[in-house]
């Protein structure tokens, strides 16, 4: 059984209650790991830890942080095996796709707001002669970084790289769900010599650690990726304490494929933007409409395409998905199903639990699952999934998918499929999400916002805009 233990101080730390809870391996339905159920009294000592840490760490010139955070990209790279291991073991995810995406992102977040900051500088508005203003940009202080379980290490250096880069010192609690790889992280910032008390990882549950991060009236920035309630009760303890927030939350995103899509470079896309990470990404797309000529063409190679993918083994080369994070997050999805199948959906594709044979027999497993015959505007189209669940549905023009688009209270991101490049253009204007790719999906520049609009989120993250959520600004104004 092993054993994770909080980063506070620089040390690998025990929780002070001493109490535990279980990590599971979701391929195997077994608990494989314990990580400590932290509380307020852990994430005080490391508030204080971080607190203490802060002036020195604000006062290094920006080369010295960046190469201490380089220091942290290349040991990540340099132990990418175990790394990439250690997140599918714990989330379920392939390996392959843990050892091409997941890790080598993680090391590629660090590096980027590593050498980001030394690029970063502020304004100075000259007004008229002898009034000249500057813009000052200080790091805020202490900050909370919370972070889901879907992406683990992924989404977690997304936070802390723009965080201790802009001179921040960070108190950080990823998902209680996949804990090992921030676990592994902590390991790796001893080693690559981040001075202690600069990054502090505890780990437990939302409702207690995460929540005393949150209501600490000493961390005064919060960025937090995650569910919508979540962020919604994270908004309503934040917001009377005055914190700067930033909310990645839910999506339930729209493919948009009309009769002059790019066919082949659409289908084999829309199939990974469906079932990558067992459906699992804030950006899958789950609702797919297509234009009505080209429905029945596209629904035939969809379902043709899907039902080759290989459910199995997360550690197999050949498995293109793997197993759901948890067994009640399974449960959610097959309800979520059968939710459809009452509302009047057909499941042309999947649909059930799949129990596989051997190491993987108690694993929490869904076949890739494709449902047709429903309408925009019932549950399964509007409420968050976030599973190998789509709906394909055909649309008859312009006007009329644009609506379906927009219905959902989500808006974080849309996939559209046209060689039309004015109608191209104009989608992307008038879809209301905070991400639009045409012709593609997923396809990063880290410069680039990245984050919702309506209910999928508050705020934007990746390029300036993380070093400016995690900086505080002051003009400062001079009459010479
Ligand atoms: P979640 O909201 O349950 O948990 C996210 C994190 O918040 C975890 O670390 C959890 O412990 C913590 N948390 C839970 N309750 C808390 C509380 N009361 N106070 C403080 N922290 C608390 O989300 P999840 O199930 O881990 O992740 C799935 C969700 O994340 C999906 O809705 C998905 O769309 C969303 N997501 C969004 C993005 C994005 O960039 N917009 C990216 C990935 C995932």
């Known amino acids: 059984m092993k054993i994770i233990s909080n980063y506070i101080n620089g040390e690998l730390v025990n929780p002070l209650s001493g109490s535990y809870l279980d990590v599971f391996n979701p391929a195997e339905g077994k608990v494989y790991a314990q990580l400590p159920d932290s509380d307020g009294g852990d994430v005080n000592l490391?508030?204080?830890?971080?607190?203490?840490?802060?002036?020195?760490?604000?006062?290094?010139?920006?080369?010295?942080r960046s190469r201490i955070l380089l220091n942290i990209s290349q040991a990540i790279e340099t132990n990418i095996e175990e790394l990439a291991l250690a997140e599918s073991m714990d989330n379920g995810k392939?390996?392959?796709?843990?050892?091409?995406?997941?890790?080598?992102?993680?090391?590629?977040?660090?590096?980027?707001?590593?050498?980001?900051?030394?690029?970063?500088?502020?304004?100075?508005?000259?007004?008229?002669?002898?009034?000249?203003?500057?813009?000052?940009?200080?790091?805020?202080?202490?900050?909370?970084?919370?972070?889901?379980?879907?992406?683990?290490?992924?989404?977690?250096?997304?936070?802390?790289?723009?965080a201790l880069a802009a001179?921040?010192?960070?108190?950080?609690?990823?998902?209680?769900?996949?804990?090992?790889?921030?676990?592994?992280?902590?390991?790796?910032?001893?080693?690559?010599?981040?001075?202690?008390?600069?990054?502090?990882?505890?780990?437990?549950?939302?409702?207690?650690a995460g929540n005393a991060i949150v209501s600490h009236p000493g961390i005064t920035?919060?960025?937090?990726?995650?569910?919508?309630?979540?962020?919604?009760?994270?908004?309503?303890?934040?917001?009377?304490?005055?914190?700067?927030?930033s909310l990645e939350l839910g999506g339930k995103n729209a493919a948009i494929i009309f009769n002059d899509a790019p066919y082949y470079e659409m289908i084999k896309t829309v199939v990974r933007s469906s079932f990558s990470n067992q459906g699992?990404?804030?950006?899958?797309?789950?609702?797919?409409?297509?234009?009505?000529?080209?429905?029945e063409k596209f629904k035939k190679d969809?379902?043709?395409?899907?039902?080759?993918?290989?459910?199995?083994?997360?550690?197999?080369?050949?498995?293109?998905?793997?197993?759901?994070?948890?067994?009640?997050?399974m449960k959610k999805v097959l309800s979520c199903i059968k939710i459809a199948g009452e509302e009047g959906g057909t499941i042309t594709t999947g649909g059930k639990r799949i129990i596989l044979n051997g190491r993987c027999e108690n694993g929490w497993f869904i076949e890739p699952t494709i449902i047709e015959g429903l309408q925009s505007n019932?549950?399964?189209?509007?409420?968050?999934?976030?599973?190998?669940?789509?709906?394909?549905?055909?649309?008859?023009?312009?006007?009329?998918?644009?609506?379906?688009?927009?219905?959902?209270?989500?808006?974080?991101?849309?996939?559209?499929?046209?060689?039309?490049?004015?109608?191209?253009?104009?989608?992307?204007?008038?879809?209301?999400?905070?991400?639009?790719?045409?012709?593609?999906?997923?396809?990063r520049d880290l410069r680039t916002p990245f984050g919702g609009m309506k209910s999928s989120g508050v705020g934007r993250e990746g390029g300036w805009e993380a070093?400016?959520?995690f900086t505080e600004q002051k003009n400062i104004c001079i009459k010479y």
């Open 378 to 443: 019932c549950r399964t189209n509007q409420e968050e999934i976030f599973g190998p669940v789509v709906t394909i549905m055909p649309f008859e023009n312009e006007e009329e998918v644009l609506g379906y688009a927009n219905s959902t209270k989500y808006g974080l991101a849309a996939s559209i499929w046209t060689n039309n490049l004015g109608r191209a253009h104009k989608f992307a204007e008038k879809i209301k999400t905070g991400i639009v790719w045409v012709n593609c999906w997923m396809i």
């Open 94 to 162: 392939p390996l392959k796709l843990a050892r091409s995406v997941d890790i080598p992102r993680a090391a590629t977040n660090m590096r980027f707001f590593a050498t980001s900051i030394l690029h970063f500088a502020s304004e100075s508005h000259y007004m008229e002669e002898g009034v000249i203003n500057y813009t000052l940009r200080r790091p805020v202080g202490v900050v909370g970084c919370i972070s889901p379980w879907n992406l683990p290490l992924y989404l977690f250096t997304w936070k802390i790289a723009p």
């Open 221 to 245: 920035a919060i960025s937090f990726t995650g569910g919508t309630q979540t962020g919604e009760h994270i908004a309503k303890i934040a917001a009377p304490m005055f914190k700067k927030t």
């Open 302 to 329: 969809f379902i043709h395409r899907v039902k080759k993918l290989q459910v199995g083994d997360p550690l197999k080369e050949s498995t293109d998905v793997g197993a759901m994070v948890s067994e009640p997050h």
């Open 280 to 295: 699992q990404i804030c950006l899958c797309c789950s609702r797919i409409f297509i234009e009505k000529p080209l429905f």
């Open 167 to 208: 001179g921040n010192c960070v108190v950080a609690k990823p998902s209680e769900i996949t804990p090992m790889t921030a676990f592994l992280f902590s390991k790796i910032c001893i080693e690559a010599g981040l001075p202690k008390g600069v990054l502090n990882i505890v780990h437990g549950l939302g409702n207690k």
């Open 467 to 469: 070093l400016k959520f």
């Open 46 to 64: 490391a508030f204080k830890a971080a607190s203490a840490a802060f002036p020195l760490w604000s006062s290094f010139t920006v080369e010295k």
